[in-house]
């Protein structure tokens, strides 16, 4: 008997399915962070977020890497998506403009089956050197390096259609697109870079379309995000880092938390430690029953920064150049798991990714609702190996 008909119409009633109705906890998130800053590549984290494999469906995967541009570590490294030869001249001339290149060229991919229609995918290496002081003076403003690629990067997400800037930090790259994270991950030849902290998530979009550059994760400056769930509180966070110059531009709710990690870190100055008391802040009959000192600084965080509540389920790896974070609502509506062995630090929607990876580790446990998971790089190794050069073969970076 031929099965192949009632094979293809079981697939087709289970995507059918599947896109019709809303999956509770769908999505995967996978971080790995070795605090001693040794680099390993990406084979581990394509091994550990393939496992996971059912809880995304093909409509985004992708990864954010940190160390693995050693030559160009102390210049920025934009990666870009063109819809088009025209949105990609009209960004290269800005460039030009705001920016010394000393770099630019296609990102190294392969063929993967389920890869299909990848948009023109562009990296480079910039300097800001005397053109951003000419500019900060032309304008008036003491602007910091950090705010002037910011502002630059709000002005082309907004302002050239058919242009994303996915990635804008230094010595780390963001790979993201429409397919499941394994695939992304062979696509984008990860296991050719080394890093010493990798996140990687698996997209189920529940009410935003699957698209390449609304893959996860989601980057500013250094910054990457990758997450599980629904964010109600969206359009009051928007508003909340539109009053900063934030533009959301890339219709998913994800991209705002990337926005309120460099709103109050880098330019409020938020102490890391504190960070969850803000987006995952107790509730109020929690803050009441808290001692005297405590209750005052929680009480005053919610009053001042409401805006800047997170509210629904939702699991998140935030990945920077010194740490990886972690953390999930404060009710615990989405699934967390953290692990360390030796110098790494794990950080999973589930624990099976980190046993594939690690199958003794020496402490697994489930972190409380809104309890942050912190991994801080003690010693970055990388910028000891800055004067290793880059051979270029093939189109793709190798050491030598």
């Known amino acids: 008997m031929d099965w192949s ?15 019709r109705h809303k999956i509770p906890s769908g999505c995967a998130v996978f971080g790995v962070a070795n605090e001693a800053g040794e680099r390993f590549d990406g084979r581990m984290l394509i091994d550990g977020i393939s496992v996971m494999h059912e809880r995304s469906n093909g409509l985004g995967g992708g990864f954010a890497a940190y160390g693995i541009y050693p030559e160009f570590s102390d210049n920025w490294a934009f990666h870009i998506f063109y819809d088009d030869t025209a949105a990609r001249k009209q960004t290269e001339d800005e460039l030009a403009k705001n920016f010394k290149i000393l770099l630019s060229e296609k990102i190294p991919t392969k063929k993967v089956s389920g890869i299909s229609g990848p948009p ?13 002081k000419q500019n900060s003076r032309r304008k008036g403003a003491d602007k910091t390096e950090q705010e002037y690629i910011v502002d630059f990067v709000m002005h082309i997400n907004k302002n050239i259609r058919g242009a994303y800037i996915i ?4 010595n780390m790259g963001i790979f993201k697109g429409v397919g499941f994270p394994e695939d992304i991950g062979k696509f984008f030849r990860l296991d050719e870079y080394k890093g010493y902290l990798w996140t990687s998530h698996g997209r189920f979009p529940t ?3 699957g698209w390449w550059g609304g893959a996860h994760p989601f ?14 509180s969206y359009g009051t966070n ?14 998913t709710d994800t991209e705002v938390i990337t926005y309120l990690f460099d709103l109050l870190i880098r330019k409020q ?20 029953r808290m001692p005297g000192d405590k209750k005052e600084l929680v009480k005053a965080l919610r009053i001042l920064y409401g805006s800047a509540l997170v509210n629904g389920p939702f699991s998140i790896i935030v990945g920077s150049t010194g740490f990886m974070y972690a953390l999930n ?3 615990k509506l989405r699934p967390l798991v953290a692990a360390r062995k030796n110098e790494y630090l794990f950080v999973s929607s589930e624990e099976a990714p980190i046993r594939k990876v690690c199958p003794s580790p020496d402490i697994l446990w489930h972190p409380d609702g809104g309890e942050p998971v912190i991994g801080m790089i003690k010693k970055n190794t990388v910028k000891k190996e800055a004067g290793k050069r880059l051979a270029r073969l093939d189109n793709r970076p190798v050491e030598v």
């Open 5 to 19: 008909g009632s094979i293809k119409k079981m697939k087709d009633s289970t995507q059918e399915y599947f896109t």
């Open 120 to 132: 023109l995918i562009f990296r480079y290496f910039l300097d800001t050197g005397d053109d951003f």
């Open 167 to 170: 990635s804008s930090g230094k």
């Open 207 to 209: 009410n935003s379309v």
């Open 219 to 232: 980057g500013l400056l250094d910054w990457s995000v990758v997450h599980n769930g629904e964010i109600s």
């Open 238 to 251: 928007k508003r909340f880092v539109s009053g900063s110059g934030y533009e959301c531009t890339l219709s």
């Open 269 to 288: 100055k938020i102490d890391l430690k504190i960070i969850h008391l803000i987006l995952a802040s107790p509730l109020w009959q929690e803050i009441e």
């Open 329 to 331: 609502d404060r009710i």
